[in-house]
C-alpha cells in the first residue's frame, strides 16, 4: 500500500483584533487548587463560524456543551478575499459580537481569524496548526440533492480534518418536531 502526501498549501489570512473583555490585573493570577492541570491551562476549542442561523447556534452549542472557564475559543470564518476591506470589516463585526458573547455566556477567551479561500480547506488548515481539542461547525442547512451536487463543507471537514475531532451541530430545525 503506497502512501500519498498532500501538497500543504499556503493560505492567506488576517488576524482579528478583538476587543479586550478580560482586565489584566498584575501579579494577581486566580488559584485553582482543586482544578486539573488540563482545567487549569483550559483548552483550544475551533469552531467555524460565518453569517447563518446554523453557525450561530453550532458557536451556542460549544459555548454551552464544551466551552469551560480556562479554554480560548478560536473563531475561524473562511471569506473570498481578506484584502476586500468592507467583507473583512463585516467579518469582523460578527467576530466581535461573538467573543462579547463568548464572555458573557462561558467567560471563556477568544480569539479569532478570517481566512482566505474553499472554507473545508482553511478550516482544516487552521485546525492542523492549533491542534484544538475538538473542531466545531454547524450544517449549511441543505437538502441531501443539493449537498450532493455542491458539496459540504462540514462534510469535507469530516473526512478530511486528521488534527482533531470533528463536531457537526445539526441546526436547530432538525431537532424540532411539529407538534399537530
Not at 13 to 25: A, G, H, T, Y
Not at 38 to 62: I, M, Q, T, Y
Not at 91 to 113: G, H, N, Y
Request: hydrophobic letters at 45%; glycine letters at 6%; proline letters at 4%.
Amino acid at each position: 500500500m503506497e502512501t500519498v502526501e498532500e501538497d500543504v498549501e499556503e493560505y492567506s489570512w488576517r488576524e482579528v483584533v478583538l476587543p479586550r473583555l478580560i482586565p489584566v490585573v498584575q501579579d494577581a493570577a486566580p488559584e485553582l487548587e482543586r482544578e486539573t492541570g488540563e482545567r487549569r491551562r483550559g483548552r483550544d476549542l475551533l469552531v467555524a463560524v460565518d453569517f447563518g442561523p446554523n453557525s450561530k447556534h453550532a458557536f451556542d452549542w460549544a459555548l454551552v456543551h464544551l466551552a469551560r472557564m480556562a479554554d480560548t475559543v478560536h473563531l475561524v470564518h473562511a471569506v473570498s478575499s481578506v484584502h476586500n476591506d468592507l467583507v473583512y470589516d463585516k467579518s469582523q463585526e460578527l467576530m466581535e459580537d461573538l467573543a462579547i458573547e463568548a464572555f458573557k455566556v462561558s467567560l471563556v477567551r477568544t480569539k479569532a481569524r478570517i481566512v482566505e479561500g474553499n472554507a473545508g480547506k482553511a478550516i482544516c488548515l487552521e485546525a492542523e496548526r492549533l491542534k484544538p481539542a475538538a473542531v466545531i461547525l454547524g450544517t449549511r442547512g441543505r437538502g441531501l440533492i443539493q449537498s450532493v451536487l455542491q458539496g459540504s463543507v462540514s462534510e469535507y471537514c469530516f473526512h478530511n480534518c486528521k488534527a482533531a475531532p470533528v463536531i457537526i451541530v445539526p441546526g436547530k430545525e432538525a431537532g424540532e418536531q411539529s407538534v399537530l
